[in-house]
């Protein structure tokens, strides 16, 4: 019924953040000596990811308002991890790119992300990581089409 489904996703977003909450924790306690916070990890990837992404991508891509991009990037440039730029084709849109020290610094954060993974994904068997990941790339997947349904 609708109802208990409610109740499941209540519980089911709940539970989803306190895993982020405790991702962002544990990123912070393992890259506070690289100058970097947990929760920059995934704009630093975004921006890794993309050869100068706009800060607009980014806020679609990571489901985030653009300001806080804009603080992100703040930070991250003055902290040397990222370069920014104005378009030239449009001075309102500012362009990102990540910097040598931020590359440098890409197989730590995969080696922290992936001591996180290893340690919340203890006891599960491959058959449920591999559910796990399905279903959750589905929530993505409708999360994404509603996002972009509303621009």
Not at 41 to 56: I, M, P, R, T
Not at 100 to 120: G, Y
Request: hydrophobic fraction near 40%.
């Amino acid at each position: 019924t609708n109802s208990a489904l409610q109740a499941v996703m209540a519980g089911f977003l709940k539970d989803l953040n306190a895993i982020s909450r405790g991702t962002t924790l544990f990123r912070d306690e393992k890259l506070r000596e690289y100058g970097l916070t947990g929760h920059q990890v995934k704009y630093l990837f975004a921006v890794c990811n993309g050869e100068g992404v706009s800060q607009d991508e980014l806020a679609k891509s990571l489901f985030v308002n653009k300001s806080n991009v804009a603080r992100q990037m703040s930070a991250l440039e003055e902290a040397g991890f990222v370069r920014r730029e104005q378009s030239a084709e449009d001075k309102r849109v500012y362009k990102v790119w990540p910097t040598r020290k931020a590359e440098e610094l890409l197989p730590v954060i995969r080696a922290v992300n992936a001591e996180w993974k290893a340690i919340i994904c203890e006891g599960l068997t491959e058959e449920e990581r591999e559910g796990l990941s399905a279903v959750l790339e589905k929530l993505v997947s409708n999360a994404r089409r509603y996002e972009e349904g509303r621009n």
